[in-house]
Every structure is written in structure tokens, then in C-alpha cells.
């Protein structure tokens, strides 16, 4: 072959590797990015002070209070709207029962505790406190056609023990029908230590077997207006134009009867302090509500109900 042709085929297969060389070397082609989302706002922090957690305060125990009790816990839910506050009446020894079974945060009563509810805490390791949520007078009432225009503690004695049975010894006429509020009443105890058995809590004395026994202020009021010789005795903030309010004869020989003043300056005979009991471990929320119900919202309460505040 001419050597003219062989430089041509060498230098053919020079160029060829060459071109060879550089198509290997190139770098291949970055792979597509996918687009990044939008970004997701990291969650914005409470606010500081503005806890919405819900918490239930229960209350339970005397019937007296449960009127003045149903209207504060209403009252309150306005102030403390994430704070709800469940009322039940059934009596003081129902009250006192169910805080000593961690059943109720509040005691409704009205009258003091006694001392085997004192023995059961004091065993259970509980320690209770004893707070006063107002006064009370306790209303002797008889149906609007008694002629009865006043009787003396030894009157209603008599009377709620059946020791006298007809009003003719008394200025009427026709036979006695006994109303009490039931056992488990705090007005019960209270009426039965500090008149029946005139202000010696633990005498002997007791209401009539022939005493018609009922669970509620509302009841004795309703059965009093509907029935020519009853008398009976509720709260003062259960008074209302369908009985009449007899007057009782004080210390001082006066016949006064039962209302807001005679309570508050003392001469009404037949009176006494309303207490909410809470457990000395209560919750936080147990303890502000009841600052707020003897602060001036709450007192302002109790008087609209026709109860004495503090």
C-alpha cells in the first residue's frame, strides 16, 4: 500500500479516538429538582393566661341552701365561664355524707357539723373547713286562716311534740297537723336542739310520731297553705304570700316575726348561720369560688334570695 494511504488511515483513526474520548468525558445531565411545597407554619403557642380547661365544681347537702346555692352557681358560671358549678339538695347529712365519700367538692348545710361526722373525718384523715356563707332565720308558718297571732318558744314545743294537739289551747280552734322537714335536714336538727329541746342540742326531747315528715322547704310551705291546721317551719328565703308568718315571743317578751332585719340585729329567736364545708385540700377552683361568694358579688346574692349576708 503507498505510504501516502496509511498516514491518511492513521490519521482518520487519531481523529476518531479523539472524538471517542471526548463523548465519554462529559458529565450527564443533572436530574430535575422536585419544586419544595409550601412550608407549614409551626403551631402558634397559647396565650399566656387564657386556659380553657373545663372544671366541675359539685356542691350538695341542705335544702335551705339550695336556692341561694342554685343562684350563685349561676351567677358565677358569668365570671367563670370555663367553671361549672352542679347543685343537689337532699339535707345537711346528705351533704356532710357525700364529702366525707370524696362524692362532693362543697358541704351545703345548715347547721353545724356534728360530732360522729367530726369522728368519721377525723378517721378518714380528713380535714374539713367550715366556712359562713350567711344567716338564717327559721320561719314558724300556719295556714292564712289561723287566727294565731304570735306563740313562745314553749308553744311550739308543745306543739311540735304533740303535747298540745288542738289550737284551742292556744287561741284557735281545730286540731294540730305537724309538719317538719325530714331527718336528714339540717332545719331539723337545728329546730329540734334549739326548740323542742330549747337550745340543749343534745336533749331528749323529739318531733311527734304523728309529725307528717317532708324532704323540702317548698313542700311544708305548700302543704301549710293547703291545709286549715298546719304549721310547719322553712327557711326565710322560702316566705312568700301564700302562708302566714307567725310572730315569736324573744328573750325579751316581744313577739317578732321572722324576716332580714329581725335576724340581722339579733332579735328574732329562731336564727342561724348557713355554712359551705369544703376539705382543707380542696382544688384551686373550690377555693376561688368560694372567696367570690363572700365577696361582695356573692352577698349581694344571698340577700336577693331572702337569706342574711354576711
Same mark, same amino acid.
Given at each position: 500500500?503507498?505510504?501516502?494511504?496509511?498516514?491518511?488511515?492513521?490519521?482518520?483513526?487519531?481523529?476518531?479516538?479523539?472524538?471517542? %474520548?471526548?463523548?465519554?468525558?462529559?458529565?450527564?445531565?443533572?436530574?430535575?429538582?422536585?419544586?419544595?411545597?409550601?412550608?407549614?407554619?409551626?403551631?402558634?403557642?397559647?396565650?399566656?393566661?387564657?386556659?380553657?380547661?373545663?372544671?366541675?365544681?359539685?356542691?350538695?347537702?341542705?335544702?335551705?341552701?339550695?336556692?341561694?346555692?342554685?343562684?350563685?352557681?349561676?351567677?358565677?358560671?358569668? %365570671?367563670?365561664?370555663?367553671?361549672?358549678?352542679?347543685?343537689?339538695?337532699?339535707?345537711?347529712?346528705?351533704?356532710?355524707?357525700a364529702i366525707l365519700d370524696g362524692t362532693t367538692d362543697i358541704a351545703d348545710a345548715s347547721r353545724k357539723i356534728n360530732d360522729e361526722e367530726t369522728s368519721s373525718a377525723k378517721e378518714k384523715g380528713i380535714d374539713l373547713i367550715e366556712n359562713v356563707v350567711g344567716y338564717d332565720g327559721i320561719a314558724v308558718i300556719v295556714n292564712k286562716g289561723n287566727p294565731i297571732e304570735k306563740l313562745t318558744i314553749d308553744d311550739l314545743a308543745a306543739i311540735f311534740t304533740a303535747e298540745a294537739t288542738d289550737w284551742s289551747r292556744l287561741g284557735?280552734?281545730?286540731?294540730?297537723?305537724?309538719?317538719?322537714?325530714?331527718?336528714?335536714?339540717?332545719?331539723?336538727?337545728?329546730?329540734?336542739?334549739?326548740?323542742?329541746?330549747?337550745?340543749?342540742?343534745?336533749?331528749?326531747?323529739?318531733?311527734?310520731?304523728?309529725?307528717?315528715?317532708?324532704?323540702?322547704?317548698?313542700?311544708?310551705?305548700?302543704? %301549710?297553705?293547703?291545709?286549715?291546721?298546719?304549721?310547719?317551719?322553712?327557711?326565710?328565703?322560702?316566705?312568700?304570700?301564700?302562708?302566714?308568718?307567725?310572730?315569736?315571743?324573744?328573750?325579751?317578751?316581744?313577739?317578732?316575726?321572722?324576716?332580714?332585719?329581725?335576724?340581722?340585729?339579733?332579735?328574732?329567736?329562731?336564727?342561724?348561720?348557713?355554712?359551705?364545708?369544703?376539705?382543707?385540700?380542696?382544688?384551686?377552683?373550690?377555693?376561688?369560688?368560694?372567696?367570690?361568694?363572700?365577696?361582695?358579688?356573692?352577698?349581694?346574692?344571698?340577700?336577693?334570695?331572702?337569706?342574711?349576708?354576711?
Amino acid at each position: 500500500m503507498p505510504r501516502s494511504t496509511w498516514t491518511a488511515l492513521a490519521s482518520l483513526a487519531s481523529l476518531c479516538g479523539a472524538l471517542l %474520548v471526548a463523548g465519554c468525558s462529559r458529565s450527564p445531565e443533572p436530574a430535575p429538582s422536585t419544586p419544595a411545597g409550601p412550608s407549614k407554619a409551626a403551631p402558634k403557642p397559647p396565650v399566656a393566661g387564657a386556659s380553657t380547661e373545663k372544671v366541675t365544681v359539685q356542691a350538695k347537702g341542705s335544702d335551705t341552701l339550695l336556692q341561694v346555692a342554685q343562684a350563685l352557681a349561676e351567677a358565677y358560671k358569668k %365570671v367563670e365561664p370555663n367553671v361549672d358549678v352542679t347543685v343537689t339538695g337532699g339535707g345537711s347529712g346528705t351533704g356532710f355524707k357525700a364529702i366525707l365519700d370524696g362524692t362532693t367538692d362543697i358541704a351545703d348545710a345548715s347547721r353545724k357539723i356534728n360530732d360522729e361526722e367530726t369522728s368519721s373525718a377525723k378517721e378518714k384523715g380528713i380535714d374539713l373547713i367550715e366556712n359562713v356563707v350567711g344567716y338564717d332565720g327559721i320561719a314558724v308558718i300556719v295556714n292564712k286562716g289561723n287566727p294565731i297571732e304570735k306563740l313562745t318558744i314553749d308553744d311550739l314545743a308543745a306543739i311540735f311534740t304533740a303535747e298540745a294537739t288542738d289550737w284551742s289551747r292556744l287561741g284557735g280552734k281545730g286540731e294540730i297537723v305537724i309538719l317538719s322537714r325530714d331527718t336528714t335536714s339540717g332545719t331539723h336538727e337545728y329546730f329540734k336542739g334549739h326548740v323542742l329541746n330549747k337550745g340543749d342540742e343534745k336533749g331528749p326531747r323529739d318531733f311527734a310520731a304523728s309529725a307528717i315528715m317532708l324532704p323540702s322547704n317548698d313542700q311544708i310551705r305548700s302543704q %301549710v297553705a293547703s291545709t286549715a291546721g298546719a304549721i310547719g317551719y322553712i327557711g326565710l328565703g322560702y316566705v312568700d304570700d301564700s302562708i302566714k308568718v307567725v310572730p315569736i315571743v324573744n328573750k325579751d317578751g316581744n313577739p317578732v316575726a321572722a324576716s332580714v332585719a329581725a335576724v340581722k340585729d339579733g332579735t328574732y329567736p329562731i336564727s342561724r348561720p348557713l355554712f359551705m364545708y369544703t376539705r382543707k385540700d380542696a382544688s384551686p377552683a373550690v377555693a376561688k369560688y368560694l372567696d367570690w361568694i363572700v365577696g361582695t358579688e356573692g352577698r349581694k346574692i344571698v340577700a336577693d334570695e331572702g337569706f342574711v349576708p354576711l
